[in-house]
């Protein structure tokens, strides 16, 4: 059964960093991409970013693009998304999610076969 547990969220000032982490359990992920979803109240959910594990590349939405930088570590079978330069509107609910394949671009949350249960970010102004 896969498993996928986020840790690493909190409260932080704008302009400051946070890095997210992503444990994953339950399957050799060598074939899947791993994402990072975030949902703001009152908000849809959307992308943020994107990793194939195989690899290594990577895919970001525009407005964190150059602040936010996902990567994996294959020994802990852990994904992190490093952000910096948070901003007010960066807060949100951030989840991890795992989907089969190669394709870093898939945006849409159908998208995905797994979810973690997400870690809540919170930047203040």
């Known amino acids: 059964q896969v498993q996928l547990v986020e840790s690493g969220g909190g409260l932080v000032q704008a302009g400051g960093s946070l890095r997210l982490s992503c444990a994953a359990s339950g399957r050799t992920f060598s074939s899947y991409t791993m994402g990072w979803f975030r949902q703001a109240p009152g908000k849809e959910r959307e992308f943020v970013a994107a990793?194939?594990?195989?690899?290594?590349?990577?895919y970001y939405a525009d407005s964190v693009k150059g602040r936010f930088t996902m990567s994996r570590d294959n020994a802990k079978n852990t994904v992190y998304l490093q952000m910096s330069s948070l901003k007010p509107e960066d807060t949100a609910v951030y989840y991890c999610?795992?989907?089969?394949?190669?394709?870093?671009?898939?945006?849409?949350?159908?998208?995905?076969?797994?979810w973690g249960q997400g870690t809540q970010v919170t930047v203040s102004s």
């Open positions: 999610a795992a989907r089969r394949g190669f394709v870093a671009t898939k945006v849409e949350g159908y998208e995905y076969d797994y």
């Open positions: 990793i194939v594990w195989s690899g290594g590349s990577t």
